[in-house]
């Protein structure tokens, strides 16, 4: 109980839900695109256990998180992934029937927390840095507290995403350039690519900045490609005919 009167510990939970919330739109975008292709009534199992899945997934990177960031060529696969992640997600089919309903709502949690598991090495280390300065000898126990309170923000905020996607569908596609905008910056940071072309940094040692929101700007916008070339395969017999046997 000593924990909880030290203003410290409410100092450092406040920080940890605000870069949950700073750094969580991510997901919720996410969570939002993988849920909204289920029934209504599993919209919410999808999202609460899509959410605790990530968060259980965070806890366990909190202790390896510096080092995973500096393995080479990591984090560019984990840019191929969300770029695929993103372009499934574009192309689901709402209105598929020959899924069993539990097989998409598990499929939709997993789905979430492989992409959560590519994009919360950033976020698990801002968390990480705000429990070092005041969770004294309960880094750990600061670290999960701030995360499930901040899941009714998560929650709360995939809920909303998925009845902007209902209401506008052009929010869909802008769920998966966000997706393919995170994949590119996260290629160009990549520690292996940088050493083989250092050319990409500035005087700063960091990334050009104009190479970098082009690499974002490109993917995103390749996401949306391949995911329209994709749909209109799906839907032309013709296109499928003409594929090599």
Not at 8 to 14: C, L, P, R, T
Not at 62 to 75: H, Q, S
Not at 129 to 158: N, R, T
Request: charged share 15%.
């Amino acid at each position: 109980m000593e924990l909880f009167q030290d203003p410290a510990f409410w100092v450092s939970v406040g920080q940890i839900i605000l870069i949950d919330i700073l750094l969580g739109g991510d997901n919720a975008i996410v969570i939002a695109l993988a849920c909204r292709g289920l029934p209504e009534h599993q919209r919410r199992q999808g999202i609460f256990w899509g959410t605790m899945g990530a968060i259980v997934i965070r806890v366990g990177l909190i202790g390896v998180a510096l080092t995973l960031l500096g393995i080479p060529f990591l984090k560019l696969v984990g840019a191929a992934l969300l770029l695929w992640i993103g372009v499934k997600l574009l192309t689901q089919e709402d209105d598929d029937h020959e899924v069993d309903a539990s097989e998409k709502l598990w499929g939709a949690i997993k789905t979430i927390v492989l992409a959560d598991l590519v994009m919360s090495v950033d976020n698990v280390i801002g968390v990480t840095a705000a429990a070092e300065a005041g969770g004294g000898d309960h880094k750990m126990a600061l670290v999960v507290f701030g995360l499930l309170v901040s899941v009714p923000i998560v929650v709360w905020g995939s809920t909303f995403v998925i009845r902007l996607m209902d209401r506008f569908p052009w929010v869909i596609t802008l769920g998966g350039m966000v997706m393919g905008w995170i994949a590119g910056t996260m290629a160009v940071t990549d520690p292996g690519v940088l050493e083989l072309l250092p050319v990409m940094l500035g005087e700063n040692g960091k990334v050009l900045g104009w190479l970098y929101y082009l690499a974002g700007s490109v993917c995103a916008v390749g996401v949306v490609v391949a995911g329209k070339l994709l749909l209109r395969f799906k839907a032309d017999p013709e296109m499928q005919r003409e594929l090599p046997p």
